[in-house]
């Protein structure tokens, strides 16, 4: 029966604390309405007479806006705010307590103004920019009634056969740490309380923990990990989330030796909540609790219900094992009370902390119109974050393109792409809003819209012998390659590293006319470049890059801008290299920095990288000077400054990444060989210089030891500068 007298809802009063305002709701609440708070369904439909009919009972608590199972990987009829003010009136005017609805949608990198994909958003190094896009996407998301986004991912992902590497920052604990603090400050606000601006996200760290180890790049695969890599490597950017105040937290698919994430009470229970402190709310990934079943813990959903909320899942996404066990788990005493109260507790307290109760309808509570249409303010961010994506990876001289070169042939099957430009997880992102190679060239060339041929040619290069007779009759040829996006992202793991079927042999047809030839890399994941860097005289890699694509990839290859991005993860020189990151530990036979094929690993191929991470080039030269540090010893507790000299000494502007990289040779387990600690940006002049100054404080150089604690040693760790993983030179500290 609907309440009328407001007086009968104490817990309306928004001058209450919000943790009073949750326990008078939780006073009066039913178990079958507990149970509701904690029943995530999917599509939440006021038009559905089931859908509505749960929602009076009060049997609902979330629901989540996505096309299935996979829906990164689908078109999507987008969110309307109508639809879902609709469902939520039935919530807050129909239901006993008119608790409402918290809206998820899965806003990955961007809503109606796409960004670069994360790993692309990763390349930029730039946290602030990071922090600026995932605000614009929470402001666009917020005004089509959507409060909950699944991001950040910060699954470290070594293994480029995977294909959710797109939607990660790449494999280091430190970028994706701050790059995911970043998102969760630009979706939730800077401070605790900015979350009830009704243009504000609650954010969820994703996946928790180890699912970017799937055995074999397998998406949903089993997971073997120690507690040192865990602890040293993939807990890290999640604490990193935590820390930054994210809302949400969610389980991974994946097992950890053994034990599903989604009923695994000691890195749930003891340490996300308990070494931790997080108080949000932990969320079951898709079907994640009744899957417990399929990995073999759990006989059937009940007994997986039981699992996980004991476990710590608050909050079970689509599998209905909550809805239709819980309630009768907790009569039988099977599942406690408390156990219980303490899931509903996090999620009330969220929905009143995102001010829902007293703002519960997009349309009267968003700051934003209706359909929230990309702005010239909004694409403006997305051209910063697409050209800080573009990373040039090869250059003999051919770049920057000059405009005024009498011909150019376009080539490959991005040129006139809008759509497969998005990257995975655009759900609301639509192709006519992406501004495509073809249209960016022409207006960089100032050639008329539809006009082709003499200075520009634009082919798809179906026909590698059409391309080939056209790259004879112009000055450069641009070749626009690489993976659709539905080849990365969720569920899409490969085998080959390689570019997709045939275009190596279009690109061979061109190299075979002996111009100059750039080629342009679209791509979700690290590929085997080896053949590419052959073949053509500059190679660059732009991710899938959002709406401002082409725009961003003229203006860097025309020089217009300086490229500035830098490889987030390494580039393996194939697949059986495969894993091949930054974080391999020493062994007792370490292969030397510069080895031939006699002291390296493999009998048929060199062992490192091919392109290592940090890498990225820009249309200048800079030099490294050695670092030298402040003083020879740092006392525990205290810090010491790391300085470097950087020189520009070509004849155009370096927007320079200067790394900081840390050894730690004597430790109480086997630390990574180099692990990224730090970077500067900084912009050197033609010919200017600039000493780069770190202050490294000695809680830097903490690791998780034998026993799994934090902890930092006293002796010797060495600081490492350059301008990549591949090429550091190292200065000694002694911690005393
Ligand atoms: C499954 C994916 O693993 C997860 O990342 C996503 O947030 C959910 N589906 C919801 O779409």
């Avoid at 369904?41 to 859908?51: F, I, Q, R």
């Avoid at 003999?396 to 759509?419: I, K, M, N, Q």
């Avoid at 800079?622 to 790391?642: F, I, R």
């Amino acid at each position: 029966m609907p309440a009328t007298d407001p007086t009968a809802r104490p817990w309306l009063d928004a001058a209450l604390p919000v943790d009073t305002r949750v326990e008078l709701l939780l006073a009066v609440m039913t178990t079958a309405e507990k149970v509701g708070q904690l029943h995530q369904v999917a599509n939440l439909d006021a038009d559905d007479p089931d859908d509505v009919a749960t929602l009076v009972a009060g049997g609902v608590g979330s629901s989540l806006y996505a096309s299935g199972a996979t829906a990164g990987n689908e078109r999507d009829p987008g969110v309307r705010r109508e639809a879902v003010d609709a469902a939520q009136r039935v919530a807050v005017e129909r239901s006993r307590l008119g608790i409402p609805v918290l809206v998820a949608r899965d806003v990955v990198h961007g809503h109606r103004t796409v960004f670069p994909i994360p790993l692309g958003l990763a390349a930029s190094f730039d946290d602030g920019l990071v922090e600026r896009a995932a605000a614009v996407a929470a402001g666009e998301a917020a005004a089509d009634g959507v409060r909950w986004t699944f991001a950040p991912m910060v699954d470290l992902s070594e293994d480029p056969r995977w294909g959710r590497v797109a939607e990660s920052f790449g494999e280091s604990p430190v970028l994706s740490g701050r790059l995911g603090a970043a998102f969760v400050r630009g979706l939730q606000g800077p401070s605790a309380d900015d979350l009830a601006d009704a243009g504000r996200l609650a954010g969820c760290a994703k996946h928790f923990v180890g699912y970017g180890l799937a055995a074999g790049g397998r998406d949903y695969d089993t997971v073997s990990v120690g507690e040192n890599t865990l602890r040293n490597l993939h807990l890290r950017p999640f604490r990193a989330a935590v820390d930054a105040g994210v809302a949400t937290v969610m389980a991974g698919f994946n097992d950890v030796d053994g034990t599903p994430m989604h009923a695994h009470p000691r890195l749930l229970r003891d340490v996300l909540r308990g070494e931790w402190g997080f108080d949000g709310v932990v969320v079951a990934d898709w079907l994640g609790v009744a899957q417990l079943v399929d990995q073999g813990v759990a006989a059937d959903a009940r007994e997986a219900a039981a699992l996980a909320i004991t476990s710590g899942v608050d909050v079970d996404m689509v599998s209905g094992a909550y809805a239709a066990h819980l309630e009768s788990l907790v009569d039988d005493g099977t599942v406690a009370t408390e156990v219980l109260d303490a899931s509903v507790r996090r999620v009330l307290r969220l929905k009143l902390r995102l001010g829902l109760f007293e703002r519960p309808y997009a349309a009267t509570s968003s700051p934003y119109p209706a359909t929230s249409e990309p702005t010239d303010a909004t694409r403006a961010v997305a051209l910063e974050a697409a050209r800080a994506a573009h990373v040039v990876v090869k250059n003999d001289g051919v770049l920057p393109l000059r405009a005024d070169a009498t011909s150019y042939l376009l080539t490959g099957p991005f040129v006139e792409e809008g759509e497969a430009l998005l990257g995975t997880w655009t759900l609301d992102g639509r192709g006519d809003d992406v501004v495509t190679p073809s249209a960016a060239f022409r207006h960089r060339l100032g050639i008329a819209d539809d006009a082709t041929g003499e200075r520009l040619w634009v082919d798809d290069g179906r026909f590698a012998d059409r391309v080939q007779q056209r790259a004879r009759r112009c000055d450069v040829t641009v070749a626009l390659v690489g993976e659709h996006p539905w080849r990365s992202g969720e569920a899409n793991s490969v085998t080959d590293l390689g570019l997709p079927p045939g275009q190596l042999d279009v690109l061979r047809a061109l190299a075979a006319v002996g111009r100059p030839l750039v080629v342009v890399v679209y791509t979700g994941r690290p590929l085997d470049l080896g053949a590419v860097l052959e073949l053509a005289d500059a190679v660059t890699v732009v991710w899938h890059p959002g709406l401002e694509a082409g725009n961003a990839l003229a203006s860097v290859l025309f020089g217009d801008v300086e490229p500035s991005g830098r490889l987030p993860v390494t580039f393996p020189r194939s697949v059986g290299h495969v894993p091949t990151s930054t974080h391999q530990r020493p062994t007792g036979r370490p292969i030397p920095a510069a080895h031939d094929r006699r002291e390296g690993r493999y009998l048929d191929d060199l062992t490192g990288p091919r392109l290592p991470f940090g890498f990225g080039l820009s249309y200048t030269s800079v030099t490294y000077a050695a670092p030298t540090v402040s003083a020879a010893t740092a006392p525990l507790g205290g810090s010491v400054s790391v300085r470097v000299e950087v020189r520009n000494t070509g004849d155009r502007p370096a927007p320079e990444l200067v790394q900081l990289w840390l050894r730690d040779p004597v430790a109480q387990v086997t630390r990574p060989v180099a692990e990224l600690l730090d970077w500067r940006r900084v912009t050197l002049p033609p010919g200017g210089s600039r000493v780069v100054e770190f202050d490294v404080g000695t809680d830097a150089f903490t690791y998780a030891g034998r026993d799994g604690t934090a902890r930092v040693d006293r002796g010797e760790v060495v600081l490492l500068t350059g301008p990549h993983a591949g090429d550091l030179t190292p200065v000694t500290v002694t911690v005393v």
